[in-house]
T-cell receptor, first 115, second 110 residues
Framework: DAGVIQSPRHEVTEMGQEVTLRCKPISGHDYLFWYRQTMMRGLELLIYFNNNVPIDDSGMPEDRFSAKMPNASFSTLKIQPSEPRDSAVYFC?????????????FGPGTRLTVL | SQKIEQNSEALNIQEGKTATLTCNYT??????LQWYRQDPGRGPVFLLL?????KEKRKERLKVTFDTTLKQSLFHITASQPADSATYLC?????????FGSGTRLQVQP
């Protein structure tokens, strides 16, 4: 398996623009997680899905953020409109489960810069 | 509130020495604790998992201890090498799946 795939790897946009980040999880993994990482706040869980259904979106910072998982092999995280404070590295991860005993496999991340 | 604390200051050691990183937590009762490695520009990579009933776990040059009384895990790298330089994060199951510490950056000097 190629592992978790994310695109794009880098995104530079201007404030107010819509940004869409994409993720393909490892085949067979039932859980998909979206994280945001910054120097100040570390790795924060934004939302996670089980079998394509959002389970916990309490980490989504504002209504400007939305995530979907239309099928088992694809998820998107959308920011509309984007703001400079959204600049961060966004990671997607997948796993077989969501307990502390389940290993998460991370993608390479998308580095987002909002000017 | 739940909190995971890792030393935010970088740990600098000489090649060949043992590196010891600390993960302290409060208001968690984890059945498992995980350690991940993160290199610059990459996502975290799983290293080791230890269960609450395991005091110690080893994998090659890595050793993890888990003290549920002290609410602490120690992560050791023996015979450290410059290639071990990275950020190491611990992770616990909290109210929302896995919660990660902020990580400790390890720099091994040749």
């Amino acid at each position: 398996d190629a592992g978790v795939i994310q695109s794009p790897r880098h995104e530079v946009t201007e404030m107010g623009q819509e940004v869409t980040l994409r993720c393909k999880p490892i085949s067979g993994h039932d859980y998909l997680f979206w994280y945001r990482q910054t120097m100040m706040r570390g790795l924060e869980l934004l939302i996670y899905f089980n079998n394509n259904v959002p389970i916990d979106d309490s980490g989504m910072p504002e209504d400007r953020f939305s995530a979907k998982m239309p099928n088992a092999s694809f998820s998107t995280l959308k920011i509309q409109p984007s703001e400079p404070r959204d600049s961060a590295v966004y990671f997607c991860a997948s796993s077989l489960g969501a307990t502390g005993g389940d290993t998460q496999y991370f993608g390479p991340g998308t580095r987002l810069t909002v000017l | 509130s739940q909190k995971i604390e890792q030393n935010s200051e970088a740990l600098n050691i000489q090649e060949g020495k043992t590196a010891t990183l600390t993960c302290n937590y409060t208001n968690y009762s984890p059945a498992y604790l995980q350690w991940y490695r993160q290199d610059p520009g990459r996502g975290p990579v799983f290293l080791l998992l230890i269960r609450e009933n395991e005091k110690e776990k080893r994998k090659e040059r890595l050793k993890v201890t888990f003290d549920t009384t002290l609410k602490q895990s120690l992560f050791h790298i023996t015979a450290s090498q410059p290639a071990d330089s990275a950020t190491y994060l611990c992770a616990l199951e909290g109210r929302r799946a896995l919660t990660f510490g902020s990580g400790t950056r390890l720099q091994v000097q040749p």
